[in-house]
């Protein structure tokens, strides 16, 4: 027995006074409770009402407004907070992972070759991703901030977007200030534990454009605007 889009309504318009507001996550809930409750109208010969409330208290935990350490002061139904705690922890993971490979790399290029233009390429390789990087977030927020409809994806990308692109600038327009020959000055630990702080905000960034684009998904994948 298929819900009349009347029902569907209904149970969408609870799910945002829930808190529930975001439409990747809103659409998938409504379709599972929407099935839940046309199984309960099959099954069980309940009207829409039994069967509706039944199946939000089953819900109840997940609708249920919380924060956690990662949301950092967000707050949001349970199942919102879980999963953008989850990309909040993909994305350090990802960051960290990426920077050990290129840190582990940056030492090795500048203790290898420890002349000039060793330093010099290096130097342009690494504004020229920060540029980049930063350049392609920027546009990211501005296609974001033209739509309307939100997303988990979208609220993760805003909240950490002027963090990003702070921490983005300042190595670009202060890159002579960090981007020194570390093989020169330091130990091989204190070379590889500078290049990893400064390499560190820069994955951040390439993570945050790769959230961004799953923000841009979700429109196409439900026809959003």
């Not at 829409?48 to 949001?76: C, M, P, Q, R, Y």
């Not at 692109?165 to 981007?179: A, K, P, Q, T």
Request: aromatic letters at 20%.
């Amino acid at each position: 027995m298929k819900l009349a889009p009347e029902q569907i309504a209904e149970i969408d318009e609870t799910l945002v006074l829930n808190g529930l507001i975001y439409d990747d996550i809103k659409l998938e809930v409504t379709d599972h409770i929407a099935s839940e409750i046309e199984f309960q109208l099959a099954n069980n010969q309940s009207n829409f009402t039994e069967a509706f409330e039944d199946v939000f208290s089953k819900w109840e935990s997940e609708l249920k407004l919380t924060s956690n350490w990662w949301s950092s002061g967000f707050v949001a139904p349970k199942i919102v907070i879980d999963k953008y705690a989850l990309q909040i922890k993909k994305q350090f993971k990802f960051a960290a992972l990426y920077d050990l490979m290129f840190s582990f790399l940056m030492v090795t290029i500048t203790n290898i070759y420890p002349q000039e233009v060793a330093y010099t390429v290096s130097k342009i390789v690494y504004v020229a991703c920060y540029s980049i990087i930063a350049l392609m977030l920027v546009y990211c927020w501005f296609v974001n901030w033209k739509l309307k409809s939100k997303s988990v994806f979208g609220k993760l990308f805003r909240s950490t977007f002027f963090v990003s692109i702070w921490f983005l600038f300042n190595y670009i327009f202060n890159s002579g200030d960090h981007l020194y020959r570390h093989y020169f000055r330091d130990s091989i630990a204190s070379q590889f534990m500078q290049w990893f702080m400064h390499g560190f905000f820069m994955f951040m960034g390439v993570y945050l454009i790769v959230i961004a684009i799953e923000h841009f998904k979700t429109f196409k994948k439900y026809k959003l605007t």
